[in-house]
């Protein structure tokens, strides 16, 4: 086992216990904070897939942007309320069945196509560019409609958010 | 050099954590958190094709998943802080407004 599968074993152990911790806890803020941990095992996971720059972009915006809006949101909304209640509802058992039913149904589907994925491919070559020029270069060059459309997206998501937790509209 | 359907395991794995979550838990917040935990696994499998492909696409793809998640979390946070300042819950039980 290199050196890089017990990396990757440790990652994921990490990202999945986090993110079993982060559903079942009662307190909202212990449940952001488990997930922020999932999340930088996600982000190690990017790394060990030489993804640099997704590395650098799952912990600032994630991470730094994404989950202090949520916190920002558990602090406003009532947290002592919700610690008396119950935490799951009643369909729960039926829900986590057909979950772990799934899980299997994946997991036997990546298992028989197995075989499929095993070529080792050689690195890429050394000289090429590095991967947050191949990223650059693709945003503005292929994808550039969907870039325009994303910001487009964010802009809408800006304004909705705004109005949304406006008291009166004018 | 790790295999990529270990990728794809995790993945599945991730996804069904947060598919219990979302079908499980009570708390709205918690719900939306587990949506994330849904897109990060997608996350996960876009990068891992895009590593075994040798193609960038697939990052390309996995940014406009994150920014997917931020606008959906922005408009998601939203809803609920609107949501609770009319009903004073994030019970997802008890927001039944639509529900005949």
Do not use: C
């Not at chain 1, 095993?118 to 090429?128: L, N, P, T």
């Amino acid at each position: 086992m290199t050196l890089a599968q017990i990396a990757f074993f440790i990652l994921s152990v990490l990202a999945l216990l986090s993110g079993i911790l982060m559903i079942t806890r009662r307190n909202v803020v212990h449940s952001v904070i488990w997930l922020i941990v999932s999340l930088f095992s996600v982000a190690g996971i990017f790394l060990l897939l030489e993804a640099e720059f997704l590395f650098a972009v799952q912990i600032i915006l994630y991470v730094g942007g994404i989950m202090v809006l949520f916190l920002f949101a558990v602090m406003l909304v009532n947290v002592e309320a919700s610690l008396k209640e119950a935490r799951f509802n009643r369909q729960w058992g039926l829900a986590l069945g057909t979950s772990l039913l799934l899980l299997v149904e994946l997991a036997y589907g990546v298992y028989s196509a197995r075989h499929g994925f095993r070529i080792v491919q050689a690195s890429v070559a050394a000289g090429s560019a590095n991967n947050t020029q191949l990223i650059g270069s693709a945003l503005y060059g292929n994808y550039m409609l969907p870039v325009e459309i994303a910001s487009i997206l964010l802009l809408v998501a800006m304004v909705g958010a705004v109005i949304m937790t406006k008291r009166r509209l004018y | 050099m790790i295999p990529t359907d270990w990728f794809l395991l995790l993945g599945a794995g991730l996804f069904t954590i947060g598919v219990i979550g979302v079908l499980t838990r009570r708390n709205v917040l918690v719900i939306l958190m587990s949506i994330e935990l849904i897109l990060n696994a997608v996350n996960i499998n876009l990068v891992a094709f895009s590593h075994y492909l040798r193609s960038v696409d697939g990052q390309i793809f996995a940014i406009f998943v994150i920014t997917d998640a931020a606008a959906e979390a922005a408009i998601g946070l939203g809803l609920i802080i609107a949501l609770f300042r009319n009903k004073e819950t994030v019970n997802a039980d008890e927001i039944d407004l639509l529900k005949w």
